[in-house]
Structures are given as C-alpha cells and as structure tokens.
C-alpha cells in the first residue's frame, strides 16, 4: 500500500508517517514548512524518516503542487495538513487559513476524482462544536464554531462529505480533540507550561484555569486514523478523544508533580474564539471503529515533559 501524508513534517502528521511504514506502507509525505513556528522543529520531527527508503519528502503547498503527479499510484490519503490556531485565525490571517484549509483540501478532492483512492482520511477539529453547553459533544450535535479556524475545518469537512455523496470520494472525517504529546506545537499550552516550568518562569494561562479540554494523546490519534483506514465507512464523521477531560489547573497541579516545583500562575484575560469546555461522546468511533483511547492524561504528560527537557536542553546548548 502506498499513502499519502499531508502536513507530513507536522506534529500529527510525522506521528503517523512513522506509524505506517512501521505497518508496511510507502509513504509519501507532504509540507510546506509555513513559518507558524520554527522549521527546525519540523526538520528535527522527520530527520528519521528521511533516512527511511519507504518515505518519500516534498517540500510544497497543495494549492501550487502538481496533484495529480503527487498522488499516483497512492491508495489512501491521510489528509492532516492545515495551518493551525484559534487565536492567530482572526482578522487578515484568515486568507491563510481560507487558502490552506479550505481550498487546499477542495483542491486535493477535486484531484482525487482524477487519481481514485481507496480512503480519504481527514483530521477535522472539535473546534468545530464552537462554545456549546450540551455535553459530551456528539457527532449529530448541531456544529457552531466560535473561530475562524473552526469555520475552516467545518468547510472543509463538508467538502469532504459533498465530494463523498456527489463523485464518490471515500472521504472520512475525524474530529481530533485537543492533542498533545511529544513534538506537540510551541504554541500549545502543555508545550508551553512545560516550558515554562522548565525555564523557571510564571505559567500564563487564558482565562481562570477552570476551563476544560478532553485531551487525546498523539498515539491513540494516530491509531483512530489506521482504523478508519481499516473500518470507516465513506461519508462518516468520527469524535476521536482522549477520555481525559480536567482542567487546566488540574493539568498544572500534574506538571508541578513531574517537574517536582511549585510554579507561579500569571492568570491573564480569556482569548477570542476560546471554547469554555470540551467532552468527546464516542460511542459512535467506539461502536463502528473499535477505538478506545489507551494513553492516561498522567502517563501522556510525562512523555511530552521528557521531550520537551530534551528540546529546552538542546535549544540552550
């Protein structure tokens, strides 16, 4: 089998290309390098897998590159590429977002009628529930995000859905719950606190730390998309979560315990687009894909404190 990653050089999307040659596959893995954070942190990401001989790197943005020629001869596409944040999608921005959000994965679609695949696997958001009370957020929840950046995976999800019903593109979407883990974004809040911690500096924190997320460790998103590999029926949407909903506050009071130190809270004014909570209800990928999370929020803390140590130790030599 041959596969196709988008957003290869990515947190998630280095994760899986990992995950799939392991499993047997080529890859073929797909970046632009968008300067949302430093490039040696994505360089540092695929250094192994560029030594791999079934891993193949472009360097390019799928609204300049040559589909066509970029997808023959691939049996699935595990569509992971999009620029990120909530809080950086407001205002001008948003053409980034429209552009590589949107029209990149209508245009990734539109080339898939031409070079058929076997599944189109795309890593929505449960940004796109936006700010609702009615919990756990359910895949028949009505969507109503509060950010442009949720706007956007919702557009594309929907291209997703209409190419599926109306040309037949095995399209499934997976709505990720905050993901965390080692190669995790500088401008995620665990990769922060821990550097932070590490840095001996005040934590900031959006908000009073009462807000909640359901936190998904890399590992079990990585395994939700090699099931809807295997057991997705097209057209379908999927909560893909952690089972690990708490608090920031709780989350600090695990940092202060891995980090071994009392730290200072710098509690600043709630962000734009900040959702209050967020809860998977996954009956539905539990059900049909047999997934069930495995990574504790403990146990997947401490893995991305040992990487981020690292990464502070090497940043600073």
Not at 68 to 97: E, P
Not at 277 to 291: I, N, P, S, V, W
Request: glycine share 8%; aromatic share 12%; net charge negative.
């Amino acid at each position: 089998m041959k596969s196709l990653v988008t957003g290869a050089a990515g947190f998630i999307g280095s994760h899986l290309c990992e995950y799939l040659i392991e499993k047997g596959f080529e890859v073929v893995g797909i970046d632009n390098f968008m300067d949302y954070y430093p490039r040696s942190i994505k360089e540092a990401s695929i250094a192994d897998l560029r030594k791999h001989q079934n891993f193949e790197f472009v360097e390019a943005s799928l609204v300049q590159v040559d589909l066509t020629k970029l997808l023959d001869g691939v049996d699935v596409v595990f569509h992971q590429a999009a620029q990120a944040g909530v809080r950086a999608s407001w205002g001008q921005n948003f053409k980034i977002y429209s552009d590589n959000n949107i029209v990149a994965t209508q245009m990734l679609l539109e080339a898939c009628r031409e070079r058929p695949v076997n599944k189109f696997v795309y890593a929505s958001s449960s940004s796109v529930y936006g700010d609702t009370r009615d919990l756990p957020m359910r895949e028949s929840s009505l969507p109503c995000p509060v950010s442009p950046y949720g706007v956007s995976k919702l557009a594309a999800e929907h291209l997703c859905f209409l190419y599926c019903k109306n040309f037949g593109i095995p399209a499934v979407s997976l709505r990720y719950f905050t993901v965390y883990g080692a190669r995790q974004r500088p401008d995620m809040a665990f990769h922060r606190f821990f550097t932070w911690a590490l840095q001996d500096k005040p934590l900031k924190v959006y908000g009073d730390g009462e807000q909640s997320r359901d936190f998904t460790h890399v590992d079990d998103i990585v395994e939700a998309n090699w099931l809807a590999l295997e057991k997705a029926l097209p057209g379908e949407v999927f909560n893909i979560g952690g089972g690990s909903r708490i608090t920031l506050n709780g989350v600090i009071e695990i940092i202060k315990e891995i980090a071994g130190r009392e730290l200072e809270i710098d509690y600043q004014a709630k962000q734009k687009g900040d959702v209050r909570h967020t809860m998977a209800d996954m009956t539905k990928a539990k059900e049909k894909l047999g997934y069930k999370p495995k990574v504790l929020i403990q146990e997947g803390l401490l893995t991305e404190y040992e990487w981020i140590r690292d990464l502070v130790e090497w940043s600073s030599s």
